[in-house]
């Protein structure tokens, strides 16, 4: 496992943007998969996005598809979510994960299930309605 740090979070009106950002405790390989999930008090848990960090093959909930970009610098060894036009209903905790990539099974699978190894402690988003 890795440990996973994140930040950028805060309070933003609706339409705004914010950059959230993940830096792992160890170089992350590339034969890994990196992604965001977020969860509010009282609903499940969503996985928002998830990139392929050997192809840059990146998945998207339909929920931020278009709004959300997710990167990841390997000089910098952090992840990015890159969220625009934020609504009320992206106020949620963003947490950043890690696994390794596992042949045959999809990005939107992984994000599914929530099969990671590795979690973050999580920053709070807020879009006040």
């Known amino acids: 496992q890795v440990q996973l740090v994140e930040s950028g979070g805060g309070s933003v009106q609706p339409g705004g943007s914010l950059r959230l950002s993940c830096t792992a405790s160890?170089?992350?390989?590339?034969?890994?998969?990196m992604g965001w999930f977020r969860q509010t008090p009282g609903k499940e848990r969503e996985g928002v996005a998830a990139?392929?960090?050997?192809?840059?093959?990146?998945s998207y909930a339909d929920s931020v598809k278009g709004r959300f970009t997710i990167t990841r610098i390997s000089a910098e060894n952090t992840l990015y979510l890159q969220m625009n036009n934020l609504q009320p209903e992206d106020t949620a905790k963003y947490y950043c994960?890690?696994?390794?990539?596992?042949?045959?099974?999809?990005?939107?699978?992984?994000?599914?299930?929530?099969?990671?190894?590795?979690w973050g402690q999580g920053t709070q988003v807020t879009v006040p309605s």
């Open positions: 994960v890690a696994g390794a990539y596992k042949t045959g099974k999809s990005l939107y699978a992984r994000l599914t299930e929530g099969d990671f190894d590795s």
């Open positions: 990139i392929i960090l050997s192809s840059e093959i990146t």
């Open positions: 160890r170089y992350i390989p590339n034969s890994y998969i």
